[in-house]
Structures are given as structure tokens and as C-alpha cells.
């Protein structure tokens, strides 16, 4: 595929994804903003497949083997602590164990 | 393993993604979406460990350990009024990753200029530049938070040209680079500069601002995502990083909404600037009646006869801790058969959400947290509403001041009940300086302390009627 073709192909993914992201989160109520927020915190943890490629790239120089280490500290403590706290939120949120008030 | 695999598997961590935001729709499913998101994850993870690029492990094994150990025990440890710093916290360390990928990516890509194809050193700029601000910005954030730099606005003379000409100055080298200067330490220059206008930007934002800006540096994180999968000619990242974009954008302009107040000027205008003369503006336009306080008893009985009392939490619960004593006290009346509900206003707090995480840590079912505007169809049927901690969000002046500066800004109308009970530390003015004619109103009756012990004191006093 022609590098050209390729951009094309990328923009038309990155526009799509925005129309689809709009409608997704549209939908996802006030109560759990915060929850949407750190859950998408998660979600551009994706940048960790980034870090992995810089860093475990062969034949590279110093500079590049400690940015692409820092990059993947940064990606996983990203990963990690933005799963775990949405996780934490979202486990609180509960209906009720409803005591009937009048009993 | 061969390239087409490795995308196919990819477009499965992007499916499991789109997954847990659909699941984030309904509080019941929301729990299990973002463990499908994390499995997603793990898939990505896995599928670039087999790529035929990566061909040197200890690196990642290395950065993946301590990153992760760091991200694991402060998502564990950090307490529930402390989440909005961790949210700006991981947001930042996203953003700084992308911008050091960047940066190592320029480094090996372009030895010499003119080696590289525009649009990738495009993407390479963008990804440098939105990422550094988004680092900068979100760890400015973070101290604000976490209070260890003051939490008003920081302002000095010709602030916004000095950020404009920075601004422009970055953008300027950006483009530079991209059409074809390729050399090495203009980027590095790009990046000082963008880390130093990510500080400079956010510094002058208050407290009561942070939702606003927290959402943005979110949005700005994702595109920055965005703009590496298009360095890296990689969909996974370019379609997350979008997904993430358009949350944070969406938060970003259901917040200003919140406040009535455009995104610009939420950035730019440094809200405590006008805090002085719009006090004083509003303090002569306004009635000379008298704030009475009450005391915790008189405040106890009024609540434990009630049929119908509404909790609007702000900042000072969280401040204060209260969340707990305030559910103790909602058990308590619930008990006698009072029936109780919490208004929660879009912006209280600092970050989108903010009440809803602190009362549902306390337990309160999400059932009675009631949103701004189901909230004010039911004031005028509820006996007592008591404010805890929060100013602005029940100021009557935003809907009828029109010289008060949150003129506009959708309010809870409390005063609509027929008893309102303030919890407030002192008569200081909120926030933003802003005198509130709530506390004036002849329904209000003011209940002076700490939340947390005005809430347990009330609690004693309606186990006591």
C-alpha cells in the first residue's frame, strides 16, 4: 500500500472514530463522569504500545534506550493506576441493599 | 508475527475498548466494561511484545515494573477526596509518554533534515506539542490539587501575551520542522517550550475551574495518542486516542455549559480577577437583610420532622471529609421515614462527577443522587434543603444578578424549599469571592463549623429528638 493510500485510510479511521466516540459517550450519564473520565485515563494508556516499540527496538542509542524506558514507566504507571482506580470507582456505585424504611 | 495479524488483533483491544464505554451507559455494567477495556489492553500488550520490532525485552520488562508498581500502589492508596490529583496525575503521565515517543522517534527518524515525509514529522510535532502541554498542564493541576501550590489563580501583568507569544513561538517551530528544518534541537526546544506554556496555562486557573480544565487536558491526552498512532502508522492508538479526544472535548463543553461560560474564558480569564469589584457590585445591589444562624438542635428538629429533605453537597464535604457522617445522618432520617435525596449540580467539586464518587465511597445508592435538573423539579415539594459546603451552585444572583460575574450559570434553586440550612465555616465569601444573597434569604438559616462535625452534631441531635 502506498504511504498516500495509507494517510487516507488513517484519516478516514480517525474521523470515524470521533463520530463513534460523540455517540458513545453521549450516552454515558452525569453520575459517572468521574468514572468516564478515569476510564478513559486507562484508555490512552494505549501510548504503552508506543513506549514498547521505541524501547524495544534493536540497535539503538543511549538517548533513545532512556527515553523509550521513561516512556514506558510513564505508559505503564498510566496503564496500571488508570485501570485500578476506575475499577475502585466503579465498584462503589451500588443500588441499595434497601431496608424498607416503614418495617 | 506478520503485520496483518498484529492489526486484526489490535482492532480487538479497539473493540473491547468501545466496549467499556458502552458500558459505562448504566452504573450496573460499568464495573465489568472496564475490565473488558483492561483485558484489551493486556491484548495490546501482548501483541506488540510479539512484533518483529521489538527485539530488545529488558527495556520494557524494566520500565513496565516499576511504572506499573508506581501506578498500582497510588491507585490503591489514594483516597477517594484525593481523585481528582490521581485523575490529573495519570492523565499527565500519558501525555509525557506520547511526547517522549515523539521525541525518540525524530531522534531516529530523522538524522538528517529532509529525511522525513510531512506528514509523519506533522504528527510527530503534534503528538510533541500536545503531549508536553498535557504533562505540564496536568502536574500544574495535580499540585493545585494536592494543594502544594495555592489553589487561587496565579496572576501578573501581560500574562496572556507573554503565553500567546510562546504559543506562537512553539507553533512557529513545529511548522518549521515539519516543512523540512529537521534539526535536532529545535525539537528539543519545542518541547521545553510546550512543557513551559503547559505551566503558564494552567497556573492561572483557580480551584472552582479545575473541572473544566482537568476535562481538557484529558481530551488533549488523546489527541496526543492520536497524533502518535499516526507517527507510528498504528490504529490502535490513533482510534483510542480519538475516543479519548472526544470524551474529554465533550466533558470539556458539558462543564462551560455548567458554568455558562465559554471555554475561553474559563482559560483565559482568571477567575478570581474579577472577584473584587463584582463583591463590592454585589454587595451594594443587594437586599440588607440578616443572616441568622441557628443551632444544631434547632437545625436537628427541623430535619427530623421533615417529609422530604435534599442534601447539595459542594467542595466543602469534600474537604471536610463528610461524606460518611453525611450518609450516617441520611440513615438516621430515613429511619423515621424521611425521605431523602441528594442534588448534585454538574460542577460542584473539581472534576466531572466529583459528589457522585465521594457520596457512592459513603454508599449512598446511586438511585437518590439526582441530577441538576431532575433535582430542581423537586425543591418546591422538599421541607429542608441543607447545603454542605457549597457556594456558587446555589447563589441565587446567576439567576437574576445580571452584574454578578456567574450571571447565567445554572443553579440549583433551593431557595424554591421551604426551609434552606447552609453548613458553612464562616460568613467568608466562597470560591470566587462572590457574594451569595442565599445566605441573606429569609428561608436560610446559616449553621456555622466544619462540615464533619456540624453533620455528626446534627446526627446526635436527631438521635436525641
Do not use: C
Amino acid at each position: 500500500m502506498s504511504h498516500g493510500l495509507l494517510l487516507t485510510f488513517e484519516i478516514t479511521i480517525l474521523v470515524l472514530a470521533i463520530f463513534l466516540g460523540f455517540e458513545v459517550i453521549s450516552k454515558v450519564p452525569t453520575l459517572l463522569h468521574t468514572p468516564l473520565m478515569s476510564g478513559t485515563n486507562a484508555i490512552h494508556g494505549i501510548v504503552i504500545v508506543g513506549a514498547m516499540l521505541v524501547a524495544g527496538a534493536g540497535h539503538k542509542d543511549t538517548l533513545t534506550t532512556i527515553i523509550g524506558l521513561v516512556a514506558v514507566v510513564l505508559a505503564s504507571a498510566n496503564v496500571v493506576g488508570g485501570f485500578v482506580v476506575t475499577d475502585r470507582m466503579l465498584e462503589m456505585f451500588k443500588k441499595r441493599e434497601r431496608r424498607d424504611p416503614h418495617s | 508475527m506478520s503485520r496483518e495479524a498484529t492489526n486484526l488483533l489490535y482492532l480487538v483491544t479497539i473493540v473491547t475498548f468501545v466496549l467499556a464505554l458502552r458500558f459505562l451507559s448504566n452504573p450496573a455494567t460499568a464495573r465489568r466494561g472496564n475490565q473488558i477495556g483492561a483485558i484489551g489492553m493486556l491484548v495490546a500488550i501482548v501483541v506488540t511484545f510479539a512484533q518483529n520490532a521489538v527485539v530488545s525485552y529488558w527495556e520494557i520488562a524494566v520500565g513496565m515494573v516499576i511504572g506499573g508498581a508506581f501506578g498500582a500502589v497510588a491507585a490503591r492508596k489514594v483516597r477517594m477526596t484525593a481523585m481528582p490529583q490521581m485523575v490529573a496525575l495519570f492523565n499527565g503521565v500519558g501525555g509525557g509518554a506520547a511526547a517522549l515517543i515523539s521525541l525518540a522517534e525524530f531522534h531516529n527518524l530523522a538524522p538528517d533534515p529532509g529525511t522525513l515525509k510531512t506528514d509523519i514529522s506533522t504528527s510527530i510535532m503534534l503528538s510533541a506539542i500536545i503531549g508536553s502541554i498535557s504533562f505540564a498542564g496536568s502536574m500544574i493541576a495535580f499540585a493545585k490539587l494536592q494543594e502544594l501550590i495555592g489553589g487561587r489563580p496565579i496572576v501578573y501583568p501581560l500574562q496572556q501575551a507573554t503565553n500567546a507569544l510562546l504559543f506562537a513561538a512553539v507553533v512557529a517551530a513545529g511548522i518549521a520542522i515539519a516543512a523540512g528544518a529537521e534539526q535536532q534541537w529545535l525539537i528539543w526546544a519545542l518541547v521545553l517550550g510546550s512543557l513551559l506554556f503547559g505551566v503558564l496555562f494552567v497556573l492561572p486557573i483557580g480551584g472552582a475551574d479545575m473541572p473544566v480544565v482537568i476535562s481538557l487536558l484529558n481530551a488533549f491526552t488523546g489527541l496526543a495518542a492520536a497524533a502518535t498512532g499516526f507517527e507510528l502508522e498504528n490504529n490502535v492508538l490513533i482510534v483510542s486516542g480519538m475516543l479519548v479526544g472526544a470524551s474529554g472535548t465533550m466533558l470539556t463543553i458539558l462543564m462551560g455549559r455548567a458554568m455558562n461560560r465559554s471555554i475561553a474564558n474559563v482559560l483565559f480569564g482568571a477567575f478570581g480577577q474579577v472577584a473584587p469589584s463584582a463583591a463590592a457590585a454585589a454587595a451594594a445591589g443587594s437586599s440588607d437583610g440578616q443572616v441568622r444562624s441557628a443551632s444544631a438542635e434547632d437545625v436537628a428538629v427541623m430535619l427530623a420532622y421533615a417529609h422530604k429533605v435534599v442534601f447539595v453537597p459542594g467542595y466543602g464535604m469534600a474537604v471536610a471529609q463528610a461524606q460518611h457522617d453525611v450518609r450516617a445522618l441520611a440513615d438516621l432520617l430515613e429511619s423515621r421515614g424521611v425521605e431523602v435525596s441528594y442534588a448534585i449540580h454538574p460542577v460542584a467539586g473539581r472534576m466531572p462527577g466529583h459528589m457522585n464518587v465521594l457520596l457512592a465511597e459513603a454508599n449512598v445508592p446511586y438511585p437518590q443522587l439526582k441530577e441538576m435538573d431532575d433535582a430542581n423539579n423537586e425543591f418546591s415539594r422538599t421541607d429542608v434543603v441543607l447545603v454542605i459546603g457549597a457556594n456558587d451552585v446555589v447563589n441565587p444572583d446567576a439567576r437574576s444578578n445580571q452584574g454578578s460575574p456567574i450571571y447565567g450559570m445554572p443553579i440549583l434553586n433551593v431557595d424554591q424549599s421551604q426551609q434552606v440550612v447552609v453548613l458553612k465555616r464562616s460568613m467568608n465569601p466562597g470560591f470566587a469571592g462572590i457574594e451569595n444573597p442565599l445566605f441573606l434569604n429569609p428561608k436560610t438559616v446559616m449553621l456555622f463549623g466544619d462540615a464533619k462535625e456540624s453533620v455528626e452534631k446534627l446526627a446526635s441531635s436527631v438521635k436525641a429528638v
